[in-house]
């Protein structure tokens, strides 16, 4: 699995000279888990502040930071990893928004794709590991509010399904909102397979560009945000539902 790191930053990189002096490249030999992560946090923290991808394949970076994050922290600790993203973030933030930080981003993405391509199997089967012990860490958590609620007396309000705030009215604009809730959520708890956590994040997009040519950008900008407060939900079986209920409609 380590060679899945050496691949993600050296097989790009080295093919570029004016890369040739950087630190990043002379690393790639000895690259661990965690240097991959720092260095893919570093270019997604550069370009978000110089918008150098377009917005779909920023989205795509960020969605690959995230699972080397998963993967990475199989192999070498969470506190590890954690450390490394915000090393990396940090360094992110003093890049120059120059013809060379356009090189790193472009190269990074590219690796991370080639990798993907490469090397998913492996990736998934770290992601499953992390979402099985995440699972577990929940359903323990779960069993003891069930204990702790079972002296007291429920209000209406603790009887409420949290996602009761996207029933809305039915139209368009509201089962959008709720399909990108769902995609908040799975990019958090990562309930599905990675070939379908991809294909729910194209059909958003291809939802999201139909929305705004309906509704115009500023109602669908209220609904993307209002889907987003749930990307912090518990990854419980009620958010699991809610997930896999919106990507078979998705699919329909």
Known sequence: MRNLFRTLISL????????????????????????????LA????????CHIL???????????????EVAAAQLEGVAKIQSALAAGKA????????????????ATLSAARRAE???????AA?????????????????????????????SAHDQE????????SGDALDLYTRHAAAYYIERH????????????????????????????????TGAKAKAAEFGSVACDGEAEGFVHAAWNDMQQ
């Open 117 to 123: 391509k490469e090397l998913g199997p492996q990736i």
């Open 54 to 68: 377009s917005p779909a394949d920023h989205q795509q970076l960020a969605d690959y930071v995230a699972r080397a």
């Open 161 to 168: 399904s949290p996602f009761s705030s996207l029933d809305g």
């Open 91 to 106: 360094s992110g933030t003093t890049m120059a928004c120059n013809i060379r930080t356009t090189i790193v981003v472009g």
């Open 189 to 220: 708890c990562r309930f599905l397979a990675s070939n379908d956590t991809m294909a729910f994040w194209k059909a958003i997009v291809v939802r999201h560009n139909a929305m705004i040519a309906r509704f115009g950008g500023a109602a669908v």
């Open 42 to 49: 570093q270019s997604n923290t550069a370009d978000t502040r």
């Open 12 to 39: 790009p990189i080295a093919a570029l000279p004016l890369l040739a002096a950087s630190p990043h490249l002379s690393a790639a030999p000895a690259m661990r888990p965690s240097d991959a992560v720092r260095l």
């Open 126 to 154: 770290l992601e499953k590991k992390a979402n099985a012990q995440k699972a577990a860490r929940s359903r323990t958590a779960s069993q003891k509010q069930v204990h702790v609620a079972a002296l007291q007396v429920p």
